[in-house]
């Protein structure tokens, strides 16, 4: 699929001009007008949209803001407090919850294209490191394979960045599970815009064109009340799901907790043994009858989660988004939460990474590393602050952590700072440094000296045999380099994004420049590396 122009336009301060997905001065919108555009011979344009209402809600944003603008107050978002250095004396376990979910960075990307402030609530650091695919080797064996990387810290040169990877088994088409699929679909009035319900309708119907014979599909749509609109239909049947989905309207209230407890009665009713069994919610979160409140959701989805149903929530719109009440559905129902602001975010999350998205490999996957304080003075988990878990839940086979799906990978980055960095104290000169542990160099493993620098340990439930895997290894500075990979640099240019966007007290000496530099050396490799180029400079622009 081409490129959306439209997202990719430059955002010009002095002039009225917005680039987003859906709407931009006098510019066209990626929504279908109506439901008769679907043409079942598959000649279908999924950008050959221009709705009605789109150049009217134009007009009226352009109306003489100065940017940036703030965004919507309506807009609601969790508070995590960021966490700091650790002494691995005293705390020498990092433990926590994989985490593949992607919305905050595309969320904060409709923000900065629409011009407006970015909420520093709303920057989640591990979902910009992980919106990224640093293609890590595939494992020989077993779910996973493991990556590690140490190089120099590109915002505090007196620290290592440290780098962690797991890459999830990536499955043939052939060896694709069916699918139990139901699509609950929110129709209530604040999905009336351009920018939600014919998004949804689209990109589920990109997700349909996928399907087989062997797959399951149901629609359930919520308002005031829930709607059955196909009940496990064929998959093959893709003129009757297409026109189920097109003959959605929006208008009423949101009773999300009835539409949550419909959907999965039928996929309870319709459960495939050894498939994928998956409730899909899309909606902008603005739920106002019944359970509505990010604890009151969690509550509820936490009771079906041991269905053996995944949950997938997919965000759409602006100006009432409800974030944090989607991210807790998504991280208690076992499932993952991805923000869709354009027609290329659909494709990429429901197409080219469909298999991953659907086809959960492992269960409960949780991280944890142990650093040698003799070796290691202070570390510092970038972002997971939601994720994080007591050193003691790791072997606690009942405590729920974060999903992964074929061909996923999960990414986490440490800054570290090495006793051997030379009588300094978080880049501070003691006067009795040279007083301290000697430098890695001239170490030995004289009077039982441990030189490991940490030991990476990774456990999870294996979905095809219910059985907990646990695995670690050592490793030590023989991971580092001064001269860094690709992985690496992505890796870290999206940290730095994300820390000057939330103006974390540890971005040390980043810049906006450091990432455009950065991600446009990668953009021959990675378009999306090109995007965060572009993003950065538009950042720098609105925010400097």
Known sequence: MKKNTIRSAALTISLCVLSSAFVSCGAASDAPTDNGNYAPDNSYDYEDYAPAEAPAAAEEYCGGYEYPVQPSPAEEYSSPVEGGFKDPKAEPLSTFSADVDTASYSNVRRLIEDGSFVPED???????????????????????????????????????????????????????????????????????????????QTAFSMLAENLTENDRISIVTYAGSSSTL??????????????????????????????????YELAEEYFIEGGNNRVILATDGDLNVGASSAEELTELIEEKRDSGIYLSVLGFGTGNYKDDRMEALA?????????????????????????????????????????NPSQVASYRLVGYDNRLMAAEDFYDETKDAGEVGAGHNVTALYEVELVS????????????????????????????????LCKLSLTYKDTDTDE???????????????????????????????????????????????????????????EKAAELAELSKTASSLFS
């Open 122 to 200: 709303a920057v989640r650091a591990e979902e910009f490191i992980n919106y990224f695919d640093y293609d890590y080797p595939d494992p020989d064996e077993g779910k996973f394979s493991q990556y590690i990387e140490i190089g120099d810290c590109p915002w505090n040169a007196s620290h290592k960045l440290m780098m962690v990877g797991l890459q999830g088994k990536r499955l043939e088409n052939k060896e694709t599970p069916p699918s139990n699929l139901v699509f609950l679909i929110d129709s209530s009035g604040s999905m009336g815009s351009y920018d939600k319900l014919p998004l949804v």
């Open 331 to 371: 991280d208690n129902g076992n499932g993952n939460y991805s923000y869709i602001d354009s027609v290329d975010e659909a494709h990429r999350v429901l197409v080219e990474e469909m298999s991953g998205t659907l086809c959960t490999i492992a269960k409960d996957v949780k991280i944890q590393v142990e650093f």
């Open 468 to 526: 907990d895997i646990y695995t670690s290894q050592l490793f030590g500075m023989e991971k580092y380099s001064n001269a860094p990979s690709d992985r690496l640099k992505l890796a870290g240019a999206a940290a730095e994004f994300a820390m000057l966007l939330k103006d974390s007290e540890y971005k040390g000496s980043s810049d906006y420049s450091y990432v455009t530099k950065t991600a446009n050396s990668l953009a021959g490799s990675s």
């Open 421 to 452: 960095d030379g009588g300094t104290y978080h880049g501070i000169e003691l006067e009795f440094g040279d007083q301290h542990v000697q430098p890695l160099e001239n170490k030995t493993d004289t009077e039982n000296e441990r030189t490991e």
């Open 230 to 263: 196909i009940e496990g239909a064929d998959g093959s049947k893709k003129d009757d799901i297409l026109e189920a989905l097109y003959s959605i309207t929006a208008s009423g209230r949101t009773n999300g907790e009835g539409g949550i407890n419909a959907a």
